[in-house]
């Protein structure tokens, strides 16, 4: 008898599917804000800082609700991606993974910046008095030396992402085969007679996920700040 039955086997695929495309999309937007907070003084710094970090506070069915204003079929960047880019969000699992970026976002943007924050800024500087450019600069020095921070805020991201729950069940449902991630697919079974050991499968899997993605995260952190005690959490 199989372990796990076909549809468990799909949910699992398409929570992986939706973490990874959160984690891939948001990477960009995460390192500049990160870049932003960590090296640029400018006038809002204490405000987008807050407002990076706001998922992490709000409650995620106002984040969610919020999504479905702008991302929904009559919101402004919904309709800007469908006729733009013909993406949909809604009641799909793009919109899952937007809604799993968004809760993310604050922890990858943390983690890039303390990686950032501890690179010897004596290095770009005797990079730059030996004739570098602030691209070369930032490619051989500032970029290899934050990378563990970088990849630990990758797998720290992910493991958000594949454990999202109420932002996406607000902005894009509970669709078997469509929105329906490992916890939207819990609390499904919990909802029905009989499905304790689903639960139970389920659960332990997410769990696992989880725990090998802090732990791998936690001991990139710790390359990233070493000598420094540098801890993403």
Do not use: C
Not at 64 to 78: D, Q
């Amino acid at each position: 008898m199989a372990l796990l039955s076909p549809e468990e086997w799909e949910i699992i695929t398409l929570s992986l599917k939706v973490g990874g495309v959160a984690v891939a999309g948001t990477m960009p937007v995460a390192f500049l804000f990160a870049w932003l907070l960590a090296r640029v003084r400018f006038p809002g710094k204490l405000l987008l800082d807050g407002i990076v970090h706001l998922p992490l506070v709000l409650p995620p069915v106002v984040t969610g609700w919020l999504l479905l204003l702008a991302f929904g079929n009559n919101g402004p960047a919904g309709r800007f991606f469908a006729e733009t880019f013909e993406l949909t969000f809604m009641f799909r699992w793009t919109g899952a993974a937007l809604a799993a970026a968004i809760m993310a976002l604050p922890l990858m943007v943390r983690a890039i910046r303390l990686s950032l924050e501890a690179v010897d800024r004596r290095l770009e500087g005797a990079a730059r008095t030996l004739g570098a450019g602030p691209v070369r600069t930032f490619l051989t020095i500032t970029l290899p030396l934050s990378l563990p921070g970088v990849l630990a805020g990758a797998v720290l991201g992910f493991a958000r992402s594949i454990g999202e729950f109420g932002a996406t069940i607000t902005f894009v449902s509970n669709i078997p085969g469509e929105t329906r991630t490992l916890p939207l697919a819990i609390y499904s079974a919990l909802q029905m007679p009989g499905g304790e050991q689903t639960v139970t499968r389920l659960a332990f899997i997410a769990a696992l996920l989880s725990l090998a993605a802090l732990m791998i995260s936690e001991i990139l952190a710790r390359r990233a700040g070493s000598g420094r005690g540098g801890h993403v959490l």
